[in-house]
């Protein structure tokens, strides 16, 4: 199971932390953060694999940096420099085993 934390609202150039905790003995060899605002479809936001290679949407290229701490089984995203379009329900996604598993996600809402 994927558990996510530290969503909230934040002005406009702000920054959270999200956190992505995986449950279990399943080792995850990649996860990722997804999005979805209102009225649109999910989205990639950004992914790391096991080797620690990383990508990103262009959207939050240069602004958000996923990370993983392999001990705490916690992906991370750092999000910096929050703009009002950033405001959607996060998710997070891992393929652990053979399998694919989401989390319940956590709201981030930005201000203008």
């Known amino acids: 199971q994927l558990v996510e934390s530290g969503g909230g609202s934040v002005q406009a150039g702000g920054s959270l932390r999200l956190s992505c905790a995986a449950s279990g003995d399943t080792w995850c060899r990649s996860m990722s953060w997804y999005r979805q605002a209102p009225g649109k479809e999910r989205e990639f936001v950004s992914g790391i694999t096991s080797d620690i290679s990383t990508t990103y949407a262009d959207s939050v290229k240069g602004r958000f940096t996923i990370s993983q701490d392999n001990a705490k089984k916690t992906t991370y995203l750092q999000m910096n420099s929050l703009k009002p379009e950033d405001t959607a329900m996060y998710y997070c996604?891992?393929?652990?085993?053979?399998?694919?598993?989401w989390g319940q996600g956590t709201q981030v809402t930005v201000s203008s």
């Open positions: 996604s891992g393929l652990c085993g053979t399998f694919y598993y």
